[in-house]
T-cell receptor, first 114, second 114 residues
């Protein structure tokens, strides 16, 4: 069965600092992986996704993530945090099969210090 | 560019009342989903519909029913609301025939059960 673990329910960084949000997954078949962002009182928006091919995936707003099969990880990074990055971030996994479900992690709230 | 539209945006119910949450998408997507979001628990799948005419239970289906009215619309019904169902409810849709497509989310319905 699929599962997603996000390490750290709350991460705080200074403006301009590196952002690193951790995600580990469990899947019995090659996974498809997603990162979503949620701003207050809004729905989730897709940041980036990994399906096949290049393991370093670039997304919107300067974020990127690297798929590491050996570590079953898909960590999200951004070189320099901006105040507007403050939000909640969700990692999600979908199995490479005919199944239609996507399973979400519990989320990481990112705060940015001036 | 409506995407996924949820109604209502806010609702307060008394214990034991019934209610239907509405969701419609205009992207011609096959799959539709209902999630609930509670603090610290991420998004939990209530029900999903992989295609018109089919519905399946997710992680937390108890106390809910769904109807896939047509390809566009997927409603969620609470027959007898309980305080434990106080939550933010999100509808999502997903296109394509494979699992590598992301979901598109509505802005949510904030439901309080007194």
């Amino acid at each position: 069965a699929q599962s997603v673990t996000q390490l750290g329910s709350h991460v705080s960084v200074s403006e301009g600092a590196l952002v690193l949000l951790r995600c580990n997954y469990s899947s019995s078949v090659p996974p498809y992986l997603f990162w979503y962002v949620q701003y207050p009182n809004q729905g989730l928006q897709l940041l980036l996704k990994y399906t096949t091919g290049a393991t370093l995936v670039k997304g919107i707003n300067g974020f990127e993530a690297e798929f590491k099969k050996s570590e079953t990880s898909f960590h999200l990074t951004k070189p320099s945090a901006h105040m507007s990055d403050a939000a909640e971030y969700f990692c999600a996994v979908s199995e490479n099969s005919s199944a239609s479900k996507i399973i979400f992690g519990s989320g990481t709230r990112l705060s940015i210090r001036p | 560019n409506a995407g996924v539209t949820q109604t209502p945006k806010f609702q307060v119910l008394k214990t034991g009342q019934s209610m239907t949450l509405q969701c419609a998408q205009d992207m011609n997507h096959n799959s539709m989903y209902w999630y609930r979001q509670d603090p610290g628990m991420g998004l939990r799948l209530i029900y999903y519909s992989a295609s018109e005419g089919t519905t399946d239970k997710g992680e937390v289906p108890n106390g809910y029913n769904v109807s896939r009215l047509n390809k566009r619309e997927f409603s969620l019904r609470l027959e007898s609301a309980a305080p434990s169902q106080t939550s933010v409810y999100f509808c999502a849709s997903r296109g394509g025939d494979t699992s590598n497509q992301p979901q598109h989310f509505g802005d949510g319905t904030r439901l309080s059960i007194l």
